[in-house]
């Protein structure tokens, strides 16, 4: 019994010091931490009602160059869902814009989730307000809330969201819609939508069947 | 053996379709029904730098009492020791140093340590210190092309001012024990994010403050 005390009290000290916040205090540095680090828990998804008049929906490089059997399979399974919300978007007259990045046109993107004659398409590598006429394309149209889906979540999607919320726009994000094959940063990209400093206040995060027109 | 074939032949195909040959039907879940079984990424490897004084300047974001204190950013506490000596060494170096501060926070609210010397250009935004700032300007004014990012928030500061910084053309030095947050998940993703994500993870060195040699 003796010999187990010095370890209790080991035990309770470094409880106490832990509530404290004491031993949160870094011994070393992320990289070396690595393996032990879990996850923090799920955001919460709501119901979202969209008003169709101050809302536009952006389709974000559904492109063949990164959304393909290859390294786009997540987003290749994303698509009928994409399409589901198009198709919902386009009966309630929502502006729709679409994107795509480096060379791609519209016409890379998949035919089912293509722009008809009409719809903006703009070009830009992440955040698509960066480099393009995004931002007065919705100005004019008197839009206030952005819907983004498209991948990759942790680049075009998680760029763009960012870019919107730090313009000043409502941002939602149905989770089914952004994909990565890399599952890690699918699921930081939306744990940080959520959790980030400023841009999280201006984030909904829901899926495509979540929300009501 | 003819049967045996054919169900082999069917199976073939089968998996075939379902592999992603043909766009598979739907996803069975989203990311929060499977997020207890992601794992995390390998670790991205940190490389030694040598920086250029005359074209960098070391961003020091939000080091300030209200964003970085004991009670909920003791890993930001705890990173500056490390910081005042990569400042000493960046002013030893004649690096050109930006400081930032949010919200309503003043120079004055940055800690004392690593506080701004008269003449260092201090900027306030919020997230991306580029927007509503001249940041930009104050650096390409005196030449920089690489910017060594340290600051609180991981997620806020450090992740936007760096990702503008890529987009701005400007190469990007994380020291990762000088970004922290409130908890190490996010620190983690961040600085795979750094290593990972397109177009930034191109423009970024991932580095700690000891690898750093001016």
């Given at each position: ?10 035990i309770?000290?470094?409880a ?23 996850a ?18 952006l ?10 059997s ?7 399974a994303s698509?009928?869902?994409a ?15 679409y994107s795509?990045?480096g ?36 100005k004019?149209?008197g839009i206030?809330?952005v ?5 990759a ?9 960012s ?7 409502s ?6 819609g ?11 990209a ?24 | ?16 379709l379902?592999?992603?040959a ?26 030694s730098?040598?920086v250029?004084?005359?074209?960098t300047a ?18 930001c ?22 400081f ?16 701004p010397a ?10 991306n ?6 940041l930009?300007k ?8 690489t ?5 609180v ?9 760096a ?17 922290s ?34």
């Amino acid at each position: 019994m003796k010999s187990t005390r010095p370890l209790m009290a080991a035990i309770a000290l470094t409880a106490a010091l832990s509530a404290a916040g004491i031993l949160s205090a870094r011994a070393a540095n992320v990289i070396d931490d690595w393996a032990n680090i879990q996850a923090a828990p799920p955001p919460t998804l709501q119901p979202v009602t969209v008003d169709a008049k101050t809302t536009a929906l952006l389709m974000l490089d559904f492109l063949h160059s990164n959304c393909n059997s290859e390294h786009g399979k997540r987003c290749i399974a994303s698509l009928p869902i994409a399409k589901k919300l198009l198709d919902e978007a386009r009966a309630n007259h929502l502006l729709v814009v679409y994107s795509a990045y480096g060379k791609n046109t519209e016409k890379d993107i998949w035919d089912q989730v293509a722009p008809t004659g009409g719809e903006p398409f703009v070009v830009s590598f992440l955040d698509k307000f960066i480099g393009t006429d995004l931002n007065k394309i919705l100005k004019d149209k008197g839009i206030k809330t952005v819907i983004v889906v498209g991948s990759a979540a942790n680049g075009a999607a998680f760029g763009t969201a960012s870019g919107a919320a730090q313009r000043g726009y409502s941002v939602i994000v149905p989770v089914d819609g952004i994909s990565s094959d890399n599952l890690f940063a699918e699921q930081s990209a939306v744990w940080n939508m959520a959790n980030a400093p400023v841009i999280s206040s201006k984030i909904t995060l829901t899926t495509v069947d979540m929300m009501k027109f | 053996m003819r049967q045996s074939w054919l169900v082999c032949g069917i199976g073939i195909l089968a998996a075939a379709l379902l592999s992603g040959a043909t766009p598979p039907a739907a996803r069975a879940a989203n990311v929060i029904d499977d997020w207890a079984n992601i794992k995390a990424a390998p670790p991205p490897a940190l490389q030694s730098v040598t920086v250029d004084p005359k074209t960098t300047a070391l961003l020091m974001l939000d080091f300030t009492h209200p964003i970085c204190n004991e009670k909920t950013k003791p890993r930001c506490v705890a990173s500056l020791p490390a910081m005042k000596k990569l400042l000493a060494e960046a002013r030893d170096n004649h690096v050109m140093v930006v400081f930032s501060t949010a919200g309503n926070q003043t120079p004055k609210d940055i800690w004392a340590d690593i506080a701004p010397a008269p003449g260092e250009p201090v900027v306030n935004s919020h997230a991306n210190k580029f927007q509503n700032t001249d940041l930009e300007k104050i650096l390409k004014d005196k030449g920089i092309k690489t910017v060594i990012v340290t600051g609180v928030n991981a997620n806020g500061a450090v992740l936007y001012t760096a990702s503008e910084a890529a987009f701005l053309g400007f190469k990007v030095i994380d020291p990762i024990n000088g970004s922290s947050a409130e908890n190490e998940y996010i620190e983690q993703y961040v600085v795979y994010n750094f290593a990972h994500a397109p177009l930034i993870s191109s423009m970024v060195t991932l580095t700690t403050s000891d690898m750093i040699k001016f």
